[in-house]
């Protein structure tokens, strides 16, 4: 059976479910929890909406981050966009850093997954080399051509500006 919360991402458009949280600020945990999980179609659509009502380094978020970066691997390309967007928006201590960005770098090699996928696994790439420099080195070897290759004009472009940052 449905809950009031999975109603919602089914059932509603974005102004009505964000509407909804803002009025019901208990049901956060309930799409957290859904965020993370393989509960389709409610995941991808939590995590999009959360995305969509967070703050900056959200601290509804903090306790759920290494949860969220442990299942990075496992989610489709759908989820996974959204809840690296939820990830590049939130302060990672050092240890988990660590393997955001050995995530992100495989996320980023799969030439087959979603371009916007790997688009958002690179903005978290340059944003972790922003507090490593020495990282630099290595995150300019991944935007050799055959990385580059299959991605849109537009999102080259972008990646292209990432890149002068931290050169």
Known sequence: METEVEKILTNSHKAGMISYVSKNPECFS??????ITD???????????VWSCME???KRIRKYVKDIIKV?????DGQLRELLKIL???????????LLFDHC??????????PSVRFNAFKILVKITHRYPELAKEVLLLTRNQYMASLSPCVNKSI???IKEIK
């Not at 309930?30 to 965020?35: G, R």
């Not at 590049?88 to 660590?98: K, P």
């Not at 770098?105 to 979603?114: A, C, E, F, S, Y």
Request: glycine content about 2%; cysteine-free; overall charge negative.
């Open 30 to 35: 309930e799409l957290m929890d859904l965020s």
């Open 39 to 49: 509960k389709q179609p409610y995941s991808w659509r939590a995590a999009w909406l």
């Open 56 to 58: 900056k380094n959200d």
């Open 72 to 76: 990075l691997q496992e989610r489709k």
């Open 88 to 98: 590049e928006q939130m302060e990672i201590d050092e240890e988990s850093e660590g």
């Open 105 to 114: 770098v495989t996320v980023w090699l799969r030439i087959d997954k979603q």
């Open 160 to 162: 292209n500006k990432m």
